[in-house]
């Protein structure tokens, strides 16, 4: 974390500690949970790292992605630790996804990798929907379209619980008794501190009715997507090997989605290795 984005932070400082939470416990909080994460939106003056939408270009070998084409990400553009993910420093990412909910515990959307240098083709960007449904269609038709812009940000929790076992639903954040008190004050303060925008690189996921770690959910849809089959191993059950690598709130443009929240995760393990297929991608949808 730069200096700039500890100093970005004394809203949320000066607001916890007025109600009443220890200055040590703010302090260790910020010192533990605190990650950079790029926020990308199509408005602002950041420099622009990609775009929604466009032509799909992909390696003639890529198969046809299976779920529809969001967003197409720059990592040379991105600015310098705008994450602390091992991104690769150049090449693009390419983000698929099907903003409901699976009935199964199937990824809902893919990430592909394209290398600098890889001579690549314009694909049909209605591939996925060999089925011809149309009321997926017109839902594709209102994705958002055009350029996306970064902004550095600083990104802190937005669950306060776990999953514990036996018969409680949740606790507290290990190491953090008062997380629930430190989330309400984040949630106050983060429009002043780090505005949201649409997509999201790094950082901590979010939705619209939080409670425990969106990524912990989706690394339990991926443990049982692999237990029957519907998606390859090996998968780590322990959620601390595993990252967030984007969030899309397709609520926020996608009429009739209303609160759909895109979460693509993946294994430490597999992004060290930019094994991007290893994506699994889970969605929460309220309608």
Same mark, same amino acid.
């Given at each position: 974390m730069t200096p700039e984005m500890w100093d970005r932070l004394s809203p949320f400082r000066d607001k916890a500690i007025a109600r009443g939470i220890p200055a040590d416990d703010v302090e260790r909080w910020l010192a533990t949970v605190a990650r950079p994460c790029a926020t990308l939106?199509? #408005? #602002? *003056? #950041?420099? $622009? $790292? #990609? !775009?929604f939408g466009g032509p799909l270009l992909l390696p003639a070998d890529t198969p046809d992605p299976a779920h529809p084409f969001v967003a197409a990400i720059d990592l040379g553009a991105l600015p310098a630790d705008a994450t602390d993910l091992p991104l690769p420093p150049e090449g693009h990412l390419l983000f698929f996804a099907f903003p409901e909910t699976a009935d199964a515990y199937e990824s809902m959307g893919s990430v592909v990798y394209v290398r600098v240098g890889s001579a690549v083709v314009e694909r049909d960007r209605h591939a996925w929907n060999s089925f011809g449904w149309e009321d997926y269609e017109a839902m594709f038709e209102e994705f958002p379209q055009g350029p996306l812009r970064a902004t550095a940000q600083v990104s802190l929790p937005y669950h306060h619980s776990v999953e514990l076992p036996g018969p409680m639903v949740g606790g507290p954040l290990p190491g953090h008794p008062r997380s629930e008190e430190l989330i309400a004050v984040w949630e106050s303060t983060r429009d002043e501190v780090a505005p949201e925008g649409p997509l999201q690189i790094g950082g901590y996921a979010d939705e619209e009715a939080i409670d425990t770690d969106p990524v912990a959910v989706a690394v339990s849809r991926a443990v049982k997507a692999a237990e029957a089959g519907e998606w390859d191993g090996p998968v780590s059950d322990d959620v601390s090997d595993w990252v967030l690598l984007a969030d899309w709130q397709a609520g926020m443009d996608v009429q009739g989605w209303e609160s759909a929240t895109v979460h693509? $995760?993946?294994? %430490?393990? *597999?992004?060290?290795? !930019? %094994?991007? *297929? %290893?994506a699994f991608t889970s969605v929460f949808w309220n309608p």
């Open positions: 939106k199509r #408005g #602002g *003056d #950041g420099p $622009v $790292v #990609g !775009r693509w $995760v993946i294994q %430490r393990e *597999d992004l060290g290795e !930019r %094994r991007f *297929d %290893r």
